[in-house]
């Protein structure tokens, strides 16, 4: 008898959408198992047809647009891709529950959060109100939840990040699923947060003895909680196996390239590896791919390693100050320190960001958030600084409060020896094309009533830049170039371009006012690995070409390792660690950055290996015990 009998079998899967263009093949001729008790990881970059599949399994495709063509899904012997709606309905929820990506999005915002898990146990359990009240706070309970009967009354807006992903855990365990699909569960969560739901998702899943679908871009993530991987492009399955074996020995060039692209803290590059160094791939007119593998020489590698300026330092006396004297053994050959009395280019002198809590009818003032809470710095022309800390730290406001898009309450913003804190109207304005943002979200902080053209040409005339209509257009042009993009799609809407196209847009709104300072708030945390080191590949390059200065706002940090020169940790408003990024990560002082360095997922062959024994461990105990 098999140890580990399969409990989902999919053959030949194909999915596809009808769309103006024709037909999509979202999911084509995929074939894949997931064993009971045990983490299948679903690999690959947007468009890949992760989600799709697991859709496709819940039989949650749009109908109008979207339909199974071919193939089973053999599911404790029944075929979810033939099953009457009706008996599906009783699969969905009870057996099979899913975590989707966003649960900002998921979570209805009218009704309390407590009431929508209540709903489900209801459904599916037909228990009574008070019962399913119950068993909700003994949900909240298991996942974490602090003070669980007084957050199941709360909105899905009184409660952080994590904790509407916990929500969204238990209303998908609230049934006790044979199989849990997790669909990007920790993609844009701080690292600590995700380290806690990566934690809480592994012992329910050993708990339990469910088996779980972890669909995810992030290789890293996979390393932590997969017990075997399957990675997806363009819809095909290009490689499976054991998650020690994908790690250790990848065969395909598509999975040595996700590997590759990912910042590590103990990485050389100074250009990150792409997908287009393994591979690579065009479409063919049937609509599949030929791909084409490409060695990475040492060559290649050397010039990854090699090609880009060293890390800039404060200069040293300021170092000495700040407790990182300057220690040429410490520092790599091309690392250099700002000339001694240089002035800095933006120096933060106890900036307070507070908002007011109001209380009563009368709105009275009982207090205030001090979301930034007297920090002050120095940024030098040409350096990057990284600002890392979880969410609510105060990071974010920062960035907005250096280019005055919230207000500000105490302290100076000296921008090359002139106070932005005192600046209103036309002054404000002449330096804003001086200092630039780029947000997090291209989605929304692209007009979706813009063409690309009208967008950059509207920036350029408020600014001055250029003469005439025609000069400003050719710039446009230039600055497409520049970002990877063409001339033909300045008459594109946002909705035309994929999520990185989109980023690289909102890089070349920035530029386009010539700038000398730019604001990078998380700029790539939710987009894929591969297009995520394209975006940093271009951001250095930039940087280089331009002489431009950044301060570069993440919760990975990993990615501000990479980037960044000098690092700034952030919590609860305030700075509580100064210094040279290498220096930081190599001997943090507090113990805030050491739990924010540990959260890193570890994707190291040795610690996947001392997971896998230690969950080899756990299913035989379980199994001991389940036949005792």
Same mark, same amino acid.
Request: with cysteine; proline share 7%; glycine share 6%.
């Given at each position: 008898m098999e140890a580990f009998p399969t409990l989902i079998d999919i053959r030949g899967l194909k999915t596809t959408f009808d769309t103006e263009d024709g037909i999509v093949r979202a999911v084509d001729d995929l074939s894949l198992a997931i064993r009971e008790g045990h983490t299948l990881g679903l690999v690959g970059e947007s468009g890949s047809g992760k989600s799709v599949t697991s859709l496709s399994i819940m039989r949650l495709l749009p109908e109008a647009s979207a339909s199974i063509d071919a193939g089973e899904i053999s599911f404790l012997g029944?075929? &979810?891709?033939?099953?009457?709606?009706?008996? #599906?309905?009783?699969?969905?929820?009870?057996?099979?529950?899913?975590?989707?990506?966003?649960?900002?999005?998921?979570?209805?915002? !009218?009704?309390?959060?407590?009431?929508? !898990?209540?709903?489900?146990?209801?459904?599916?359990?037909?228990?009574?109100?008070?019962?399913?009240?119950?068993?909700?706070?003994?949900?909240?309970?298991? $996942?974490?939840?602090?003070?669980?009967?007084?957050?199941?009354?709360?909105?899905?807006?009184? #409660?952080?990040?994590? *904790?509407?992903?916990? !929500?969204?855990?238990?209303?998908?365990?609230?049934?006790?699923?044979?199989?849990?699909?997790?669909?990007?569960?920790?993609?844009?969560?701080?690292?600590?947060?995700?380290? *806690?739901?990566?934690?809480?998702?592994?012992?329910?899943?050993?708990?339990?003895?469910?088996?779980? &679908?972890?669909?995810?871009?992030?290789?890293? $993530?996979?390393?932590?909680?997969?017990?075997? !991987?399957?990675? #997806?492009?363009?819809?095909?399955?290009?490689?499976?196996?054991?998650?020690?074996?994908?790690?250790?020995?990848?065969?395909?060039?598509?999975?040595?390239?996700?590997?590759?692209?990912?910042?590590? &803290?103990?990485?050389?590059?100074?250009?990150?590896?792409?997908?287009?160094?393994? #591979?690579?791939?065009?479409?063919?007119?049937?609509?599949?791919?030929?791909?084409?593998?490409?060695?990475?020489?040492?060559?290649?590698?050397?010039?990854?390693?090699?090609?880009?300026?060293?890390?800039?330092?404060?200069?040293?006396?300021?170092?000495e100050a700040i407790g990182h004297p300057w220690d040429e053994t410490k520092h790599a050959a091309d690392t250099t320190a700002v000339p001694d009395g240089q002035a800095p280019l933006l120096a933060i002198r106890d900036l307070k960001v507070y908002y007011p809590i109001k209380q009563g009818i009368f709105r009275h003032t009982v207090g205030h958030v001090k979301a930034v809470d007297g920090i002050s710095f120095n940024v030098y022309r040409g350096q990057t600084l990284g600002l890392v800390g979880e969410s609510g730290c105060g990071k974010t406001t920062t960035g907005r409060a250096i280019v005055r898009l919230t207000h500000i309450t105490d302290g100076h913003i000296l921008f090359d020896g002139e106070d932005v804190a005192e600046m209103h109207g036309k002054p404000l304005r002449r330096m804003r094309s001086r200092m630039q943002i780029i947000f997090q979200d291209p989605y929304s902080s692209l007009n979706p009533r813009m063409t690309v053209e009208a967008m950059l040409l509207e920036a350029m005339g408020l600014h001055g830049v250029g003469r005439t209509r025609q000069q400003r257009r050719d710039r446009a042009v230039g600055l497409l170039e520049e970002v990877g993009l063409e001339a033909m799609h300045l008459r594109r809407y946002p909705h035309e371009f994929s999520g990185g196209q989109r980023q690289r847009l909102s890089i070349a709104r920035a530029l386009a006012v010539e700038p000398e300072f730019i604001i990078c708030d998380e700029s790539v945390s939710a987009l894929d690995v591969s297009v995520q080191a394209q975006v940093l590949n271009l951001l250095n390059e930039l940087q280089e070409q331009h002489g431009l200065t950044y301060i570069f706002i993440s919760h990975d940090l990993s990615v501000v390792k990479f980037m960044s020169d000098m690092m700034a940790v952030m919590n609860e408003g305030k700075i509580v660690e100064f210094g040279p990024s290498e220096n930081i990560y190599a001997n943090p002082r507090e113990d805030y950055t050491k739990r924010l360095i540990s959260s890193i997922p570890d994707a190291s062959l040795e610690n996947i290996h001392r997971l896998q024994e230690k969950r080899e461990k756990a299913r035989q105990q379980r199994s001991k015990s389940a036949a005792g």
């Open positions: 029944k075929d &979810l891709v033939r099953l009457p709606r009706r008996a #599906m309905q009783s699969i969905r929820g009870r057996d099979i529950s899913m975590i989707f990506q966003e649960p900002g999005t998921s979570l209805n915002p !009218v009704f309390r959060v407590g009431k929508q !898990v209540m709903e489900a146990i209801v459904l599916h359990q037909k228990v009574s109100k008070k019962e399913a009240r119950k068993r909700t706070i003994e949900l909240f309970r298991e $996942v974490g939840i602090p003070e669980p009967e007084r957050h199941i009354d709360s909105f899905p807006h009184e #409660m952080s990040g994590g *904790q509407k992903q916990r !929500v969204m855990i238990a209303m998908a365990l609230s049934c006790n699923p044979r199989l849990l699909i997790a669909d990007e569960p920790t993609t844009a969560l701080d690292v600590t947060i995700q380290k *806690q739901i990566l934690d809480l998702i592994r012992k329910l899943r050993d708990e339990r003895g469910m088996s779980i &679908l972890f669909i995810t871009h992030d290789l890293g $993530v996979i390393g932590e909680i997969a017990d075997d !991987v399957a990675v #997806m492009f363009r819809g095909k399955l290009v490689e499976s196996g054991p998650v020690e074996q994908i790690f250790a020995n990848p065969q395909h060039p598509y999975t040595k390239g996700l590997l590759a692209c990912r910042p590590q &803290l103990e990485t050389t590059y100074k250009r990150l590896p792409t997908v287009a160094d393994f #591979m690579d791939a065009t479409s063919q007119p049937d609509g599949s791919w030929k791909i084409v593998e490409k060695p990475l020489t040492e060559e290649r590698l050397e010039q990854l390693c090699s090609t880009g300026r060293g890390r800039l330092l404060h200069p040293k006396p300021e170092l």
